[in-house]
T-cell receptor
Framework: DAGVIQSPRHEVTEMGQEVTLRCKPI?????LFWYRQTMMRGLELLIY????????DSGMPEDRFSAKMPNASFSTLKIQPSEPRDSAVYFC?????????????FGPGTRLTVL | AQSVTQLGSHVSVSEGALVLLRCNYS??????LFWYVQYPNQGLQLLLK??????LVKGINGFEAEFKKSETSFHLTKPSAHMSDAAEYFC????????FGTGTSLTVIP
C-alpha cells in the first residue's frame, strides 16, 4: 500500500494568496483527518470526515479555512486568503473507522510557508 | 472529555540507558491510548496502542507501555536507548476524536 499521500510536500506563497493542500487516504479507509502542527500549538485537529461527510470541524481556525472530500479517495484543505500565521506543517491522516480503536495513518505532511 | 498530558517536553538519555517518557490521561470513559513517534521531517508513525486488552503493550522498535488505571498513566519505556530513537514522541487518547499531547523530544547522547 502506498500509504497516505499528500501534495505538495512544500509550499511557499505570499500573504493573500489561495493555498490548496491535497490528500489521498489509504484505499479502503473511510475516515480522514486534517491536522496542523506548529511549534507554539503542537498538533491540532482541524477537521475530520467519516464516509466523506465532515463530522467535526470545530478545529478549523476561521472562515479562511475550508475542507472538502468529494469522494473516498481525495480531500482538499484550502486557505483563502493565506496569512503568515498559517505557516505550519499540515498533516492528513486516515483510518478505517471514525470511531473505535483503529489506528490513524499519517501522511508525510505539507510544509506551508506564507511570506 | 478526554485529554493527555506529557510531562517533560525534552528528555535526554545516554545510549544504552533506559528510556522513560511520561503520559497521563484524563478520560470519563475507558480510554484508548496511543503512542506515536515522529522523526524529523516525517509524519507520525504508530508505536503502540492500548485497547483494553493486556495492560502491558508491546510496540515496535523495542518500545512498550503499561496502562495503569489507578495512576491514569500510560508511560512509554524502552530498556536500552539507541541513537536511532532520537525523535519526537506523542501520546494520544481517543474519544470521539483524537487528542494529542504536546510531545516529548527525545535526545540520545552517544
Amino acid at each position: 500500500d502506498a500509504g497516505v499521500i499528500q501534495s505538495p510536500r512544500h509550499e511557499v506563497t505570499e500573504m493573500g494568496q489561495e493555498v490548496t493542500l491535497r490528500c489521498k487516504p489509504i484505499s479502503g479507509h473511510n475516515s480522514l483527518f486534517w491536522y496542523r502542527q506548529t511549534m507554539m500549538r503542537g498538533l491540532e485537529l482541524l477537521i475530520y470526515f467519516n464516509n466523506n461527510v465532515p463530522i467535526d470541524d470545530s478545529g478549523m481556525p476561521e472562515d479562511r479555512f475550508s475542507a472538502k472530500m468529494p469522494n473516498a479517495s481525495f480531500s482538499t484543505l484550502k486557505i483563502q486568503p493565506s496569512e503568515p500565521r498559517d505557516s505550519a506543517v499540515y498533516f492528513c491522516a486516515s483510518s478505517s473507522s471514525g470511531v473505535g480503536t483503529d489506528t490513524q495513518y499519517f501522511g508525510p505532511g505539507t510544509r506551508l510557508t506564507v511570506l | 472529555a478526554q485529554s493527555v498530558t506529557q510531562l517533560g517536553s525534552h528528555v535526554s538519555v545516554s545510549e544504552g540507558a533506559l528510556v522513560l517518557l511520561r503520559c497521563n490521561y484524563s478520560s470519563s470513559v475507558p480510554p484508548y491510548l496511543f503512542w506515536y513517534v515522529q522523526y524529523p521531517n516525517q509524519g507520525l508513525q504508530l508505536l503502540l496502542k492500548y485497547t483494553s486488552a493486556a495492560t502491558l503493550v508491546k510496540g515496535i522498535n523495542g518500545f512498550e507501555a503499561e496502562f495503569k488505571k489507578s495512576e491514569t498513566s500510560f508511560h512509554l519505556t524502552k530498556p536500552s536507548a539507541h541513537m536511532s530513537d532520537a525523535a519526537e514522541y506523542f501520546c494520544a487518547v481517543r474519544g470521539n476524536q483524537f487528542y494529542f499531547g504536546t510531545g516529548t523530544s527525545l535526545t540520545v547522547i552517544p
